[in-house]
């Protein structure tokens, strides 16, 4: 395919792909198309129901994909869950850390726990993951892992102290995985999504409002949807993205241009 002799490695039909928050908006999308793809996929959701219904859909379009009921505020439930993906399929080739929770209160307003609950789950979790499935890939000499942020990480939130921090944090977290694990060929990539139709922005406002906010502030016009985020990981995981590591990349209609 290469016209240039240079080795470049990418996700081949039957890796194994780990999702956290497999039945939510973006990580239902990551799950279906990846599977497409011909990835065999571990789910990870707290949601029963909903991490269930995402495994069915795979599974329907003729896919590999298994559900484990995760809840990410538990190191020991990550432990678990690691050794459950890695007896189902192996060694991961790739993880999507994009999982998150976004209690809002300002402040003032928000009391500590909240604050350490939302980084333990949106970032002490993605790096235990990280963790425990980093000696495999290492010693594969082959991964990808892709981490889930947002446009607060670098603009901060109103009323998300907690959100913003953790976000910003994850993107600080790929830039490192990337540098210690370039030369083994694991790649680290963070995804910065912008204003999405998902549970997570619906939880406090309508999804007219948000389609109505995407046509007014957004260069070209709309709110992003699942299919777009998960068009951009199918990207990072292929082979034209092996020369891309430790970069945060904006799916977001143009509203932020330089994400660095
Ligand atoms: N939708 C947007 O507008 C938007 C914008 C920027 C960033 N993001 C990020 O995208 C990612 C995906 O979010 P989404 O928009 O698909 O929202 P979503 O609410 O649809 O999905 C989040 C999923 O995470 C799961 N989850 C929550 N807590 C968990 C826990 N303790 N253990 C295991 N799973 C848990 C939920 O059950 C849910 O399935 C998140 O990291 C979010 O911060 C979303």
Not at 6 to 26: L, N, Y
Not at 232 to 244: K, P, T
């Amino acid at each position: 395919m290469y016209e240039d002799g240079i080795a470049r490695d990418g996700m081949r039909p039957g890796d194994h792909i780990v999702i956290t928050g497999g039945g939510g908006g973006f990580g239902r999308a990551f799950c279906k198309r990846l599977a497409r793809m011909g990835a065999r996929i571990s789910l990870w959701d707290i949601n029963e129901a909903s991490g269930r219904e995402t495994e069915a859909q795979v599974r329907a379009a003729g896919g590999e994909a298994t559900f484990f009921k995760v809840d990410l505020a538990s190191g020991a439930a990550i432990d678990e869950a690691v050794a459950a993906s890695v007896k189902a399929y192996g060694t991961p080739y790739g993880i999507i850390n994009n999982a998150s929770i976004y209690p809002r209160a300002s402040v003032v307003d928000m009391a500590p726990d909240t604050f350490a609950r939302t980084l333990q789950i949106n970032i002490t979790a993605p790096f235990h993951i990280i963790h425990a499935f980093g000696p495999g890939m290492i010693t594969n000499k082959r991964g990808v892992i892709i981490n889930i942020a947002s446009g607060r990480a670098l603009e901060g939130a109103v009323n998300g102290a907690n959100y913003a921090c953790s976000k910003a944090a994850i993107v600080s977290l790929t830039k490192t995985v990337s540098l210690e694990w370039a030369k083994h060929n694991v790649r680290c990539n963070t995804i910065i999504p912008g204003v999405s139709m998902t549970a997570q922005p619906l939880e406090n406002t309508t999804p007219e409002e948000l389609i109505a906010r995407g046509q007014k502030n957004i260069p070209l016009g709309r709110i992003g949807y699942p299919e777009d985020m998960a068009g951009l990981a199918a990207f990072l995981f292929s082979s034209d993205a092996s020369y891309m590591t430790g970069q945060a990349v904006a799916m977001n209609g143009g509203v932020i241009m330089v994400p660095q």
